[in-house]
């Protein structure tokens, strides 16, 4: 009888171990950029690479054609799919120069922010005087967005509008599945 007791205790300590650890993969599928204003910037690439079967990347680099860029916006929208891409959680815009500057920024906008420092050369305040470069791992984003801020599964859709002197220059979207 005890080693019954025992085989179920250990039994029911595994399932529930098992069952209550979910993890959660990020998949980006596509990545699309579109420069509104080919005065203003042109896109030299924007695609997906990957290294090996486990080491991915999202690859972009856009030419800023007029520099200095002393006012930039950004609007953040993030869509589920349903039948089509549907508006989901979030729908921000915040001025991408103040917001660098600043202390105490908007939480939405410093999380987005935080996937995307650590690969970027954007980790400077205004104005802007170079090309912006972005090579994002896969794991990085992994991490961030199931462990820290877990999603639920689905097909989404992440689009910036880059905004500079209050005229929309680019499109920006990023294609991705969470399983």
Same mark, same amino acid.
């Given at each position: 009888?005890? +080693?019954?007791?025992?085989?179920?205790?250990?039994?029911l300590?595994?399932?529930?171990?098992?069952?209550t650890?979910?993890?959660?993969?990020?998949?980006?599928?596509?990545?699309?950029c579109?420069?509104?204003?080919?005065?203003?910037?042109?896109?030299?690439?924007c695609?997906?690479?990957? +290294?090996?079967?486990?080491?991915?990347y999202?690859?972009?680099?856009v030419?800023?054609?007029?520099?200095?860029v002393?006012?930039?916006?950004?609007?953040?929208?993030?869509?589920?799919?349903v039948?089509s891409?549907?508006?989901?959680?979030?729908? +921000?815009t915040?001025?991408?120069c103040?917001f660098?500057?600043?202390?105490?920024?908007?939480?939405?906008a410093?999380?987005f922010?935080?996937?995307?420092?650590?690969?970027?050369n +954007?980790?400077?305040?205004?104005?802007f005087?170079?090309?912006?470069?972005?090579?994002?791992?896969y794991?990085?984003?992994n991490?961030?967005?199931?462990?820290i801020?877990?999603?639920?599964?689905?097909?989404?859709?992440?689009?910036?509008?880059?905004?500079?002197?209050d005229?929309?220059?680019?499109?920006?979207?990023?294609?991705w599945?969470?399983?």
């Open positions: 009888m005890a +080693i019954k007791l025992s085989l179920f205790s250990v039994y300590v595994f399932f529930t171990y098992y069952f650890e979910v993890y959660s993969l990020v998949e980006f599928t596509n990545a699309l579109e420069s509104l204003d080919k005065d203003f910037a042109l896109f030299d690439y695609f997906l690479k990957s +290294i090996n079967r486990t080491l991915k999202v690859s972009l680099k030419n800023l054609l007029k520099i200095p002393t006012k930039v916006k950004v609007k953040f929208g993030l869509y589920k799919r039948n891409y549907m508006p989901f959680l979030y729908n +921000i915040f001025d991408a103040r660098l500057k600043s202390s105490n920024p908007n939480p939405i410093l999380y922010y935080s996937i995307f420092q650590d690969y970027s +954007i980790n400077h305040t205004c104005p005087n170079h090309d912006i470069l972005l090579d994002v791992p794991h990085s984003i991490t961030k967005l199931t462990k801020l877990p999603f639920p599964e689905g097909k989404y859709m992440l689009e910036a509008h880059w905004i500079a002197y005229i929309d220059r680019a499109v920006t979207k990023f294609y599945s969470l399983t």
